[in-house]
């Protein structure tokens, strides 16, 4: 089987009716992105950059970190590179930065909350990837993201690092912007966010957490935490719908991605890209290959009918 999808590796993500889709990897590291070029990978849709911070006792410098976004960049050669701001609480623990303790972690400090509490933090990391970003192009995506106030302040912060990079003559290169759209309000609140990005990529582990009120790592909650809910559906099919109608690209990171059950409803949907495990680009690539894009827009029109959890997983799983 490994051997049949590597043939797969250098032919196009497409339907069998031709309708492309960008097929980009979720990574952690800079080993990971050393072997994008094992499956082919058009480039990553999330670089979790937390992830690389997690083994070091002190956070990295601005210049350490500037050496690190240069080394992934190189590695990339040009194809899509998409960081995510440091994404730290809850399920991600940073040692570097101590302990909160917190009574609702899932609810407190985290992703962009913490980086507005501790703006210096923050402000080293993106003028390290401003300065990285004057040798390739770079997307940059927000975690946690609610409200519009939130994504102004952070941009207004990026503005500061310029600021300051053009004062100390140090060149840096100009960002894409965009959210992961992982809480309900985010996507109740996309509209008036979207003047201000070039793109959004849908976080649908974190979405399912905050939509089903379902802790993502409470192994109890398995079936109040479902990989696939109508409720998440629906959201999910709202948040592509506000994107297509603002001409934003819709990307979407969550694990449901890389189920190359599911990929084809997300295809259906309207999704343009999907980013995905590395040990998933070929699973993934092999079902869209194998369907017509007619077939997904047939599946996407039932799977938003369902009303049922487990009607919806039958429908999705066992199809021949
Ligand atoms: C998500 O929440 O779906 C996501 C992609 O980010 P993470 O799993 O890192 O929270
Ligand atoms: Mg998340």
Same mark, same amino acid.
């Given at each position: 089987?490994?051997?049949?999808?590597?043939?797969?590796?250098? #032919?196009?993500?497409?339907?069998?009716?031709?309708?492309?889709?960008? @097929?980009?990897?979720?990574?952690?590291?800079?080993?990971?992105?050393?072997?994008? &070029?094992?499956?082919?990978?058009?480039?990553?849709?999330?670089?979790?950059?937390?992830?690389?911070?997690?083994?070091?006792?002190?956070?990295?410098?601005?210049?350490?970190?500037?050496?690190?976004?240069?080394?992934?960049?190189? #590695?990339?050669?040009?194809? &899509? /590179?998409?960081?995510? &701001?440091?994404?730290?609480? $809850?399920?991600?623990? @940073?040692?570097?930065?101590? &302990?909160?303790?917190?009574?609702?972690?899932? @609810?407190?400090?985290?992703?962009?909350?913490?980086?507005?509490?501790?703006?210096?933090?923050?402000?080293?990391?993106?003028?390290?990837?401003?300065?990285?970003?004057?040798?390739?192009?770079?997307?940059?995506?927000?975690?946690?993201?609610n409200?519009?106030?939130?994504?102004?302040?952070?941009?207004?912060?990026?503005?500061?690092?310029? $600021?300051?990079?053009?004062?100390?003559?140090?060149?840096?290169?100009?960002?894409?912007?965009?959210i992961v759209v992982e809480t309900p309000a985010a996507v109740l609140n996309l509209e008036s966010m979207l003047? #201000?990005?070039? /793109?959004i990529s849908i976080g649908t582990?974190?979405l399912t957490?905050y939509t089903?009120?379902?802790?993502?790592?409470?192994?109890?909650?398995?079936?109040?935490?479902?990989?696939?809910s109508p409720a998440v559906l629906n959201l999910i099919q709202t948040t592509i719908d506000i994107a297509k109608e603002n001409?934003i690209?819709v990307s979407l990171?969550g694990?449901l $991605?890389?189920?190359?059950?599911? $990929?084809?409803l997300l295809?259906g949907m309207g999704i343009?890209?999907?980013?995905?495990?590395?040990?998933?680009?070929?699973?993934?690539?092999?079902?869209?290959?194998?369907?017509?894009?007619?077939?997904?827009?047939?599946?996407a029109k039932?799977a938003l009918k369902?009303?049922?959890?487990?009607?919806?997983?039958?429908?999705?799983?066992?199809?021949?």
């Amino acid at each position: 089987r490994k051997q049949q999808l590597l043939t797969l590796k250098d #032919l196009p993500t497409e339907t069998l009716d031709g309708h492309g889709i960008s @097929l980009l990897a979720n990574v952690g590291n800079l080993n990971e992105v050393s072997h994008l &070029t094992d499956v082919s990978a058009e480039g990553i849709g999330l670089f979790r950059t937390e992830f690389m911070l997690m083994n070091t006792s002190v956070l990295p410098d601005e210049k350490t970190q500037y050496h690190l976004y240069c080394d992934a960049l190189h #590695l990339m050669e040009g194809r &899509t /590179f998409t960081l995510r &701001t440091l994404d730290v609480g $809850a399920d991600k623990e @940073l040692p570097c930065l101590g &302990t909160l303790i917190e009574d609702n972690p899932a @609810l407190g400090l985290r992703g962009i909350r913490y980086s507005l509490a501790h703006p210096e933090l923050f402000k080293t990391q993106v003028s390290a990837i401003l300065r990285a970003a004057n040798h390739g192009s770079v997307r940059l995506m927000f975690p946690m993201i609610n409200q519009i106030e939130e994504l102004e302040q952070l941009l207004s912060y990026v503005e500061e690092c310029k $600021a300051k990079l053009i004062e100390e003559e140090k060149g840096f290169g100009e960002l894409s912007y965009g959210i992961v759209v992982e809480t309900p309000a985010a996507v109740l609140n996309l509209e008036s966010m979207l003047p #201000l990005l070039d /793109f959004i990529s849908i976080g649908t582990n974190d979405l399912t957490q905050y939509t089903m009120a379902a802790d993502r790592s409470n192994p109890l909650l398995t079936k109040e935490y479902p990989s696939l809910s109508p409720a998440v559906l629906n959201l999910i099919q709202t948040t592509i719908d506000i994107a297509k109608e603002n001409h934003i690209t819709v990307s979407l990171c969550g694990e449901l $991605a890389s189920d190359p059950n599911v $990929a084809p409803l997300l295809v259906g949907m309207g999704i343009d890209e999907l980013s995905v495990n590395l040990g998933s680009i070929l699973e993934v690539k092999s079902a869209l290959r194998d369907i017509s894009y007619q077939t997904c827009l047939t599946l996407a029109k039932q799977a938003l009918k369902i009303k049922r959890i487990e009607e919806l997983k039958r429908y999705i799983y066992s199809r021949p």
